[in-house]
């Protein structure tokens, strides 16, 4: 298994760009998250999915999409990038069972916005 | 809503045991997850407590106590690799997706 893959791992925009974070597991997990961290911070939750074709806002939605069109892929879309949105983007996703809670994260894109 | 708390820095040397405490507020808690992260690296998880109790594997431990909303990690035999950044976190019941993240440690391991 590849576990959790992100493209690009490296990204420079400029401001008022768009772009798409691609996210793909081959687990089979149902539950799939974006974060986003900042310099010396800890993570804080975009958006999320419970199953394909669900979603829901985290803390930090603003100035992100995302969808859900099938259980491995959850792609993170900046409508118009700024330098506030400049940071290490991990996407992740998680498994439930057996009395264990395991998030599985990618790698991470790092995005810089000038 | 929910909020986690646990100290920015611990610093210890080699050899020694470290715990890093995680206070949480939660509106429905299943349990408390911990994960480490090395600089420049993602965040792998480490440990789960959904009961009360201590849960060991190998060097690392950790604890819970649901009356208290309170738990730790505990990292012992320390060693030069453990220089990393670690994160209490749990899951919204009401959210079932979400887990949040508590700010982070930073455990600094001298020799």
């Known amino acids: 298994n590849a576990g959790v893959t992100q493209t690009p791992k490296f990204q420079v925009l400029k401001t008022g760009q768009s772009m798409t974070l691609q996210c793909a597991q081959d687990?089979?997990?149902?539950?799939m998250s974006w974060y986003r961290q900042d310099p010396g911070m800890g993570l804080r939750l975009i958006h999320y999915s419970v199953g394909a074709g669900i979603t829901d806002q985290g803390e930090v939605p603003n100035g992100y999409n995302v969808s859900r069109s099938t259980t491995e892929d959850f792609p993170l879309r900046l409508l118009s990038a700024a330098p506030s949105q400049t940071s290490v983007y991990f996407c992740?996703?998680?498994?439930?069972?057996?009395?264990?809670?395991?998030?599985?994260f990618g790698p991470g894109t790092r995005l810089t916005v000038l | 809503g929910q909020s986690l708390e646990q100290p920015s820095e611990v610093t210890a040397v080699e050899g020694a045991i470290v715990q890093i405490n995680c206070t949480y507020q939660t509106s429905g808690f299943y349990g408390l997850s911990w994960y480490q992260q090395h600089d420049g690296g993602a965040p792998t998880f480490l440990s789960y407590n959904a009961l009360d109790g201590l849960e060991e594997t190998g060097r690392f431990s950790s604890f819970l106590s649901r009356s208290d909303s309170y738990g730790y990690l505990l990292l012992q035999e320390l060693q030069m690799k453990d220089s990393a950044s670690y994160f209490c976190a749990v899951r919204d019941l009401d959210s079932w997706g979400k887990l949040q993240f508590g700010a982070g440690t930073q455990v600094v391991v001298t020799p």
């Open positions: 687990m089979n997990h149902e539950y």
């Open positions: 992740a996703s998680s498994i439930h069972e057996g009395g264990t809670d395991t998030q599985y």
